[in-house]
């Protein structure tokens, strides 16, 4: 299983920034997806989360600004990043929850895709 995330680049202060991260590979489903970021010197967090019934699960510091969305039939998650701030700065990382046909069953692993760095200039 591979995610391979894109969309990241320079965004200005109150601008937009689109992330999408599409999972290849045997997959049989995907349970949650999220999008975790990391800035310099800072831990790994959570941005936003969602389910495969699109449930979602969003930071204090991106609630409202932010909107995780996903297309099952793609295996894609996107994060729309609207009312950009300087500390939104960071490497953000996909994640996702991923069953996958072994050579005796079924697994259910987390993966990550090679992180995206956004980069917002004031």
């Known amino acids: 299983v591979q995610l391979q995330a894109s969309g990241g680049g320079l965004g200005q202060a109150g601008g937009s920034v689109r992330l999408s991260c599409a999972a290849s590979?045997?997959?049989?489903?995907?349970?949650?997806m999220a999008w975790y970021r990391q800035a310099p010197g800072k831990q790994r967090e959570l941005v936003a989360e969602?389910?495969?019934?699109?449930?979602?699960k969003y930071a204090d510091s991106v609630r409202g600004r932010f909107t995780i969305s996903r297309d099952n039939a793609k295996n894609t998650v996107y994060l729309q990043m609207n009312s950009l701030r300087p500390e939104d700065t960071a490497v953000y990382y996909c994640?996702?929850?991923?069953?996958?046909?072994?050579?005796?069953?079924?697994?259910?692993?987390?993966?990550w895709g090679k992180g995206t760095q956004v980069t917002v200039s004031s």
């Open positions: 994640n996702a929850e991923v069953k996958t046909l072994t050579g005796w069953g079924t697994s259910v692993n987390p993966y």
């Open positions: 590979g045997t997959i049989i489903n995907i349970n949650e």
């Open positions: 969602i389910t495969s019934g699109h449930s979602t």
